[in-house]
C-alpha cells in the first residue's frame, strides 16, 4: 500500500460522526497521512495516521474503560494505537470494535508510548473510515 497515493475519506466534515463505509457523506483528499507503522517518527506533533485496524479491543476491565484500535502490524507487534478514554466511548456510534478490520485515519497528536506511537480519540470527528488507494 503506497500512502504517497492520495487517500478518500468518508464522513470528514467538522462534527460528524462514524459512518458504516455504506453511508459515506462526502470525501476529502488526503495527500500527508502518516502510515501507521511510521507513526511514531511524528511522535511530539499533529498528525493524520492511517491503517488497517489489526485489532479493537474494549478493556472493560482495565482502569479508565479504555477502547483500544491498534494498527500498524499484527497485535501485539502493531506500531501504533488509537485510544478512547472510556467517558468519550459513548460518543462513538457503532461501538469503535466495529472498525476491525477496516481502514481508518486517526487525526490528532502524536504521542509515543514505549516503542509504539498513540494517538488519543475523545470525538468522533478525529476517526474516520478510509478507502486507501
Known amino acids: 500500500m503506497k500512502f504517497a497515493a492520495i487517500l478518500s475519506l468518508t464522513a470528514v466534515a467538522i462534527g460528524a460522526t462514524l459512518l458504516p463505509a455504506d453511508r459515506a457523506v462526502g470525501q476529502s483528499q488526503i495527500t500527508d497521512a502518516i502510515p501507521a507503522d511510521k507513526a511514531v517518527r511524528f511522535a511530539g506533533r499533529p498528525g493524520v495516521v492511517c491503517g ?17 484500535l491498534y494498527m500498524g502490524g499484527d497485535f501485539p ?10 467517558e468519550d466511548r ?3 456510534k457503532p461501538a469503535p470494535e466495529t472498525l476491525e478490520g ?4 486517526v ?6 508510548d514505549s516503542s509504539r506511537a498513540e494517538i488519543v480519540v475523545t470525538s ?3 476517526l474516520k473510515l478510509a478507502a486507501m488507494r
Open 52 to 68: 488497517k485496524v489489526g485489532k479493537a479491543r474494549f478493556a472493560e476491565n482495565s482502569e479508565g474503560t479504555p477502547t483500544f
Open 77 to 86: 507487534r502493531h506500531t501504533f494505537t488509537a485510544r478512547i478514554p472510556g
Open 90 to 92: 459513548g460518543k462513538f
Open 102 to 105: 477496516k481502514d481508518v485515519c
Open 107 to 112: 487525526i490528532g497528536d502524536i504521542q509515543r
Open 124 to 126: 468522533p470527528s478525529n
